[in-house]
């Protein structure tokens, strides 16, 4: 499963929380709240017997669904999205970029882009800018280790421990991002029990953008919901 939140209308702030089952792309539950308490009332209308065979729940972002997951599905494990958490260390990499005052064009999409797939041209423009910065080409380095562990490891006690000795080099370079994936190593490293994503709840939150354009916005709650519900409905 997956959680998420989305908003109900375009730039209202007004999110409600959406549950899926990402083994089959279906949209299984909308929750007109994005409350801890409100959505673990909702979710535990579903009988226990239901909630016990949840294995596995994948999120995309730090926050209160923890709690949730812990209290509504008490044999599930909590993953954080590989793809959030090499978000932040990404983020972190272009504000380093930005400090080195590096403004060659091309240079922020260059340093992001997964480095097995710069063509010849992009690595040389890559190596330009690494030759720039030291701090910034030990930064980028790091930023290529990270997202390698991810490929590499085969279970979790060895892609913890890839981790654990990443984030010990990784501190003096990436400082506050070091220490918020060390406070959530856990459930980053379950990524490695069954290699779980939250890909297939982004294509799902595509298509309720897609749906909330065709309707110019949903007013009502319940009309939302019922319009989402149907449009996921085999």
């Excluded at 972002?61 to 793809?83: Q, S, T």
């Excluded at 890559?126 to 930023?143: E, G, V």
Aim: charged fraction near 30%.
């Amino acid at each position: 499963m997956s959680i998420d939140e989305v908003s109900q209308r375009k730039g209202r702030g007004n999110f409600v929380t959406v549950v899926s089952d990402v083994e089959r792309g279906k949209l299984l539950e909308v929750i007109n709240s994005h409350q801890q308490e409100e959505i673990i009332e909702c979710l535990k209308q579903q009988p226990i017997e239901v909630r016990e065979k949840v294995k596995e729940v994948s999120i995309d972002r730090w926050g209160g669904f923890p709690k949730v997951i812990a209290e509504v599905f008490p044999n599930a494990v909590l993953v954080y999205d590989r793809f959030h958490v090499m978000k932040s260390v990404n983020e972190e990499l272009n504000k380093i970029r930005r400090q080195m005052g590096i403004s060659i064009k091309g240079s922020r999409y260059i340093l992001l882009k997964n480095g097995e797939d710069l063509p010849e041209e992009e690595l040389e423009k890559l190596d330009l800018i690494l030759n720039s910065s030291r701090r910034l080409r030990l930064a980028y380095l790091l930023k290529e280790e990270f997202r390698q562990i991810f490929e590499d490891s085969d279970s979790v006690v060895e892609g913890q421990q890839h981790l654990l000795q990443w984030l010990t080099k990784a501190r003096p370079i990436y400082g506050q991002v070091v220490t918020t994936i060390q406070e959530h190593l856990d459930g980053i490293s379950n990524y490695f029990i069954s290699r779980t994503t939250s890909g297939v709840m982004e294509g799902i939150n595509n298509r309720i953008k897609l749906i909330k354009r065709q309707a110019y916005g949903f007013v009502n709650f319940d009309n939302f919901r019922s319009r989402l519900l149907a449009c996921f409905f085999d």
